[in-house]
């Protein structure tokens, strides 16, 4: 562990050329508050943690069979992805003109959005923004949380049913100028799945069966916060903070009755399905719930030593084996200590349950443990196994609307971290807004690409406006603003993976 930050950077270049190609083969195609206010005060290091027996260990509850049923009997033939990314409505179910329901564009960011992405001298391969039709960009009520991609899901060829695709997720918020009921609870939770090729984009809801049984008939919305999602094969993990990971079926897309901007019900009504206007669902297949719910998982804490707060996710691939990880992490604003758990994955080819997380006695097995030690405020992360057998790890640490951190280490690495919490707005080395979750994507095609991917969720609110927060909406790259109205500082963006204006930043 003694490593010198030049030799872990070669090999980190070593690795991705030799344990990447290797291991990220893959499947097959199938069917925000402002953190960190001050700086840690212990000396940020990932250490190893010895789990006891059963920590950290998850249940699983099938929503299969459920699902299932409600495919065959209520929502009707499944759709695939690539419908999803390409089929514009231009008329809602019954039949009138319905400009919501229109395939969206990513387009190029700008004004306040270009703060969002990595800094200049890092290259962007990507770098995109929502779109203004429907406030994509600037609304208050929904916040992009978790990314995922296809590059990620297959590393044969990085596409799923034929589609290269990045999949985010985001949660809704109600204020106080409206209740929290039907489709605008709080926490509500949709996915967007954006076609890398054309950039354009749709909302699907992510919905739950109301019971496990096989004769289910009727579905609702999902609840949560969507911190993180990673996909792997035809599965879409989704964070559930305080209780676990929810898994969705990408092979299960179906397409709703009723649909259209004036549509606020969900579920299945008089024989007609519905989905909160959306015309797609993407249904639940599995449940991990860990045995106690997370007593907080508040910017302070308290951290629990049994139960985990699931704030981010992302896949690994690499270590040799056919053993992948999803490896899930804690964010604490004010608080460091936060732990990172990976847990084993069972291969897309197994016999028994592929593509989902490995249980043995009905739990789920944990692979090892971290806990990243005077870090404050992890937003995303991700892991990797280089040449040597050294556990690598990448975290973005979000700082309100400050530049915030992308940070590259190891076990036992001491050297000290970039800071965003001294008040100065100048502090941080990434970009604002702030950072959410990291994807790896290896290849598109034939061709090896090495892309990190990332977002970041912020706005501006302009001084007098009723949500205006003193401390987030005027400061970092919201100081001092003109604007009258609300600004963006939501990014999708991909660097290069090894580029090392990436992988020398600490």
Not at 16 to 38: F, H, I, K, N, Y
Not at 302 to 318: E, G, N
Request: overall charge neutral; glycine content about 12%; charged content about 15%.
């Amino acid at each position: 562990m003694g490593q010198s930050r030049t030799l872990r950077w070669k090999s980190t270049l070593a690795a991705l050329a030799a344990v990447w190609m290797t291991a990220l083969a893959g499947p097959a195609p199938s069917a925000a508050a402002a953190d960190e206010p001050t700086a840690p005060a212990a000396a940020p290091v990932v250490n190893p943690l010895s789990p006891t027996a059963g920590q950290f260990q998850l249940t699983d509850t099938s929503y299969a069979a459920a699902t299932d049923s409600l495919l065959k009997n209520h929502l009707g033939k499944p759709v695939g992805l690539g419908d999803v990314i390409s089929t514009n409505f231009t008329t809602n179910s019954a039949g009138r003109t319905d400009g919501w329901l229109n395939l969206r564009q990513m387009g190029a960011c700008a004004g306040t959005e270009t703060a969002g992405l990595p800094p200049a001298d890092v290259a962007k391969k990507t770098a995109w923004c929502w779109s203004s039709a429907y406030a994509d960009d600037t609304t208050e009520h929904w916040y992009p949380q978790g990314l995922s991609t296809t590059g990620t899901a297959d590393g044969g060829d990085g596409a799923i049913q034929g589609q290269s695709v990045a999949a985010v997720s985001w949660h809704y918020k109600a204020y106080g100028d409206e209740t929290s009921a039907g489709c605008k609870t709080d926490n509500l939770l949709k996915l967007t799945f954006i076609d890398r090729t054309t950039r354009k984009y749709r909302h699907v809801l992510l919905a739950e069966p109301t019971s496990t049984s096989a004769t289910a008939s009727d579905f609702t919305f999902v609840k949560g916060h969507g911190g993180g999602i990673a996909w792997y094969a035809n599965y879409i993990y989704v964070t559930d903070t305080a209780h676990g990971i929810r898994v969705f079926d990408i092979n299960k897309l179906a397409k709703v009755d009723t649909y259209g901007s004036d549509v606020s019900t969900v579920g299945i009504s008089n024989g007609k399905s519905s989905a909160c206007g959306y015309p797609y669902v993407l249904p639940e297949v599995h449940r991990y719930f860990q045995a106690k719910a997370a007593p907080s998982c508040a910017a302070t804490g308290p951290i629990d030593a049994q139960s985990l707060c699931f704030s981010w996710l992302s896949l690994d691939k690499t270590g040799g084996g056919s053993t992948f990880k999803l490896v899930t992490g804690e964010w604490y604003g004010q608080a460091s200590g936060a732990r990172v758990v990976r847990y084993q994955l069972n291969p897309a080819s197994a016999a028994t349950g592929p593509g989902l997380l490995k249980t043995s006695g009905g739990r789920t097995v944990v692979q090892d443990a971290f806990t990243a030690d005077g870090y404050r405020g992890l937003q995303g992360g991700m892991t990797w196994t280089d040449d040597q057998g050294a556990l690598n790890f990448a975290f973005s640490k979000g700082c309100g609307t400050k530049p915030a951190v992308f940070s590259h280490t190891w076990t036992g690495d001491t050297r000290p971290v970039t800071t965003c919490g001294s008040g100065d707005a100048r502090t941080g080395n990434w970009g604002a807004g702030s950072p959410q979750a990291l994807s790896y994507w290896p290849v598109l095609g034939t061709t090896r690409v090495d892309e990190l991917w990332g977002l970041t969720e912020g706005i501006c609110r302009p001084k007098g406006h009723p949500h205006f927060t003193a401390g987030a909406d005027d400061t970092g790259v919201c100081t001092d603003r003109t604007a009258t109205t609300i600004t963006s500082l939501r990014t999708v963006f991909a660097v290069g993976f090894t580029d090392s204006q990436v992988q020398n930043r600490h």
